[in-house]
């Protein structure tokens, strides 16, 4: 916990804001930027302006929540902003049709909080309070309620134009409440006759308070500071608190390389230059790897540099006239000057310049991407409609100790913990009966030509290549550098990383940072969240170490398919998983009804994250792999360290003792080849009986990890067959987890009166395997299987109505994720459908493509 112990323990700033309409996408981004430089995490807009369809803007550019009420285009709406990084668990939510206010209840680290965006009716209408506050005052928990309320509160010094009588019904409605539910507005507790006003009216000349932050009394030890901002962009000020609500991390962001600067021509000279200079001055008096790794230290500095340089000018000046704009403001509530009001209107004139040229600037590169390729069938795309699916935070976790926790740091310390044990090695030398199982088995090997074209030593242009092939737009690894920075300055890199891994190779060591990995965690479809097994976890690898992979894996992939056999269909070359479905339904269609013949579909345990490296580097030789090549898989393998991140907190690294890592280009090769002598045994056993078709016998079927066995004579093959399966984990760490495996009879009075009793499921109805539901009656599997996707295509479309795409776009988003769903079935259940199913296919596709109008075609 050393590392997590120097984080940034800090306060959540809450920021309400009447922003006067986000229609624009400059002066959407024009807020955007405001709230990023103010660091507010949770923050209530009002006077949005945007209807339902037009919220999306807002989504694309906001990473976390956004909880919205509208009313139409031309006035009203409000909006909670909850950041990704705040863990807040929403559990309710209420709007006001008229798009007045919008109420979110949840929780964080434990407190139950009502937040609250408000904004009030300019006319005298206490109605509208007493509503409000009586919805309010039903919810349990912790109130934080923002807003412009378009009303003073305190008579006397919130107008300037001395006391208020307006709204004098209203005013005592809201001040009863207040002290009825026991609020507290914030910043007149901090300032109790300071006279500051929130919004400037030019119509009427007029400056007034009616911006307020209320929270309940009990919070109010906890808000150490509540201020208002300079008047800029909107004709009122923002208003933030700081609020201390636990023990809650702000981690900085990790760094990485921002394409849009490998776009800029000055940008891509300067580095150049910079790299020039770097391996001109490190010649030989060091080692490649250490000079590798101090590239990249140096040019990540020179980066930073640049592009820090190319802001700071601006920020500078637009952090002058912030100050300067708020002293005059505060000049002017005091007393009125007409000097001072024509220098404050020209200083917000200025900085709003700055603000819209910076936001045009900023848009313009995303604009000519979109122009390019937004309407393609491609990545752009793809990220607009994912951007409508949830965030990856983790609002809760349950600990070793099977309590559940909230809190940020013990989430990260639970994954740390459960992928430090699931790493750890349970067999850390190969054991007498590992040689006795492989012995007995007949390999494929390779062939001595093979051995030496893997054997040959790396080259340069194979480093080209792999970077050529990798594909753009992927994460970083920890070091934050992209494939687009190696694809760039290719040319300048080559060399370098050319001597980096021969020297490495020549060590037995990799460089430091090429050994590290960031785990990110995915959280698997329809498992509990609040488990550490359910998250699918994905290591982040550096570039620099992934082109290696990538090399290795080039190398391999052409003989793959000579070493493992043909009922092996993942990751191999010309093999398709819809080859296993077939197989599956000509089985089940042949011995339709059999006695004593079932379908086992096993599910391993974690299958990637358990092999045992003393196992696989036991296998690989004998496939017939040379010396050479062994060993850069094992220089892979040596000493490898990953850190788990979790809501932005980087965790200590760990150590990785087993595992063949997700994420890796290379790794699922080396796993079905780690798999391979499993199968080998099914196969040959001949206690293990499998289905029979013709002069064939059907024992086995493999994608990867997903294992689906073949059986007859069932009270002798399964226990055979379980025997084989638990000997082989105990030296492999392929493990079989019983409770989420079926067993499929395939007679129907076996199914409901089973002939052996298994720990797996009994599969009455079938099971799903590769995506695919595999019923025990071919004639059911295609209303099975079509009528919930239909449904689910159906929904997604309607969810994606309201997009402003174009009709290209909109094809194009059916051909990219519609199509390929519908595709897959085409391939794996080669049965007919009946016209109806194209028929009502064409007319939600029509309804789509035209967005529920008339045709023009």
Not at 415 to 430: G, V
Not at 672 to 680: N, T, V
Not at 733 to 742: L, P, R
Request: glycine share 4%; proline share 4%.
């Amino acid at each position: 916990m050393d590392q997590l112990n120097t984080c940034n323990i800090s306060d959540i700033k809450v920021t309400s804001w009447n922003v006067r309409g986000l229609r624009k996408l400059i002066k959407l981004k024009q807020v955007i930027s405001r709230i990023k430089q103010l660091k507010s995490k949770i923050v209530f807009l009002q006077e949005t302006h945007l209807t339902d369809c037009e919220l999306k803007s807002v989504r694309n550019r906001w990473p976390g929540q956004v909880i919205h009420a509208s009313y139409n285009n031309y006035a009203r709406g409000v909006i909670i902003l909850i950041h990704r990084s705040i863990p807040f668990q929403m559990t309710k939510i209420i709007k006001d049709p008229a798009g007045r206010y919008v109420i979110t209840q949840g929780t964080i680290l434990s407190i139950t909080l009502n937040l609250v965006s408000l904004y009030g009716p300019n006319e005298n209408k206490p109605k509208f309070f007493e509503d409000l506050f009586l919805t309010v005052s039903a919810l349990q928990g912790l109130y934080i309620i923002g807003g412009d309320f378009n009303c003073t509160l305190n008579l006397s010094i919130d107008r300037s134009a001395g006391s208020d009588t307006y709204k004098a019904q209203t005013r005592r409605l809201i001040n009863q409440f207040i002290l009825d539910i026991n609020l507290v507005e914030v910043w007149r507790e901090q300032n109790p006759d300071k006279i500051e006003f929130s919004c400037h009216s030019s119509i009427h000349k007029s400056r007034s308070h009616i911006d307020y932050i209320l929270v309940s009394r009990e919070l109010l030890s906890r808000v150490k500071q509540c201020q208002y901002d300079s008047i800029v962009i909107s004709d009122h000020a923002a208003i933030s608190l700081s609020i201390h609500l636990g023990k809650f991390i702000h981690n900085p962001p990790n760094w990485r390389l921002q394409t849009k600067w490998l776009q800029n021509p000055e940008f891509v000279k300067f580095i150049e230059e910079k790299i020039e200079i770097y391996f001109e001055l490190n010649t030989d008096q060091t080692c490649a790897s250490v000079r590798w790794e101090g590239f990249k230290a140096y040019i990540r500095g020179e980066i930073l540099s640049f592009t820090s340089t190319k802001n700071k000018q601006q920020r500078k000046r637009m952090e002058t006239l912030d100050r300067q704009i708020k002293s005059l403001e505060l000049d002017l509530n005091v007393s009125d000057d007409s000097t001072k009001q024509s220098e404050l209107l020209r200083l917000r004139t200025e900085y709003n310049k700055l603000s819209s040229d910076a936001a045009a600037k900023s848009l313009m590169w995303l604009r000519q991407s979109y122009y390019d390729q937004g309407e393609k069938a491609g990545r752009l795309l793809a990220w607009r409609i994912k951007k409508m699916q949830s965030e990856r935070a983790i609002n809760s976790i349950k600990t070793s100790s099977g309590n559940v926790t909230v809190d940020p740091l013990e989430i990260n310390d639970s994954f740390r913990e459960f992928y430090e044990k699931l790493y750890k090695s349970e067999c850390a030398q190969a054991s007498e009966e590992q040689d006795i199982f492989l012995d007995q088995l007949q390999f494929q090997t390779l062939t001595e030509n093979t051995k030496q074209e893997l054997d040959r030593r790396l080259t340069i242009e194979e480093i080209s290549q792999a970077i050529k092939s990798i594909n753009s737009g992927k994460a970083p690894g920890p070091d934050g550098f992209l494939i687009e920075f190696y694809k760039t300055f290719q040319d300048k890199l080559l060399i370098p990383l050319f001597n980096m891994y021969e020297e490495a190779y020549q060590n037995e060591a990799l460089p430091p940072t090429l050994r590290q990995a960031m785990i990110t965690l995915i959280l698997k479809p329809g498992k509990p969240p609040a488990e550490c097994s359910s998250f699918r976890p994905i290591s982040l690898m550096g570039v620099d170490t992934k082109i290696l992979c990538k090399v290795l894996a080039r190398r391999l992939d052409p003989y793959i398919s000579h070493l493992v056999h043909n009922d092996q269909n993942g990751f191999v070359p010309k093999r398709q998983g819809f080859h296993n479905i077939r197989r599956v339904l000509n089985i089940i269609h042949e011995k339709f009804d059999a006695k004593d013949t079932a379908l086992l579909s096993l599910d391993a345990r974690q299958a990637f994250d358990r092999i045992e490296w003393s196992y696989l580097f036991t296998v690989l030789p004998r496939y017939g792999f040379g010396n050479n090549f062994l060993k850069w898989v094992k220089l892979l393998y040596t000493d490898p360290k990953a850190s788990v991140l979790t809501n932005n907190i980087v965790s200590n690294p760990i150590t990785l003792e087993r595992s063949t890592r997700q994420g890796c280009p290379l790794s699922p090769m080396l796993f079905i080849l780690a798999i391979e002598p499993l199968a080998m045994t099914i196969r040959m056993r001949t206690d293990i009986f499998g289905v029979q078709l013709g002069d064939q016998e059907h024992r086995l079927a493999l994608y990867a990890d997903d294992l689906i066995v073949f059986l007859t004579r069932l009270s002798i093959s399964i226990p055979k067959l379980m025997q084989q399966m638990e000997l082989f984990g105990r030296f492999s760490g392929y493990n079989i987890n019983d409770s989420k495996s079926s067993i499929l009879f395939l007679n129907k009075d076996e199914r409901l009166n089973p002939i052996i009793q298994t720990p797996f499921i009994n599969a009455k109805e079938g099971f799903v395997y590769l995506g695919v539901k595999i019923t025990p009656d071919i004639d059911t599997i295609v209303a099975t299987n079509y009528d919930p996707l239909i449904s689910e295509v159906e929904e997604s479309l309607n969810k994606w109505m309201t997009m402003p795409i174009s009709v290209i776009g909109r094809i194009n988003m059916i051909k990219m994720n519609i199509l390929p769903k519908f595709l897959y079935l085409f391939q794996s259940l080669p049965l007919p459908l009946p016209k109806e199913f194209f028929d009502k296919l064409n007319g939600i596709f029509n309804r789509f493509i035209w967005n529920n109008k008339k045709p023009r075609l």
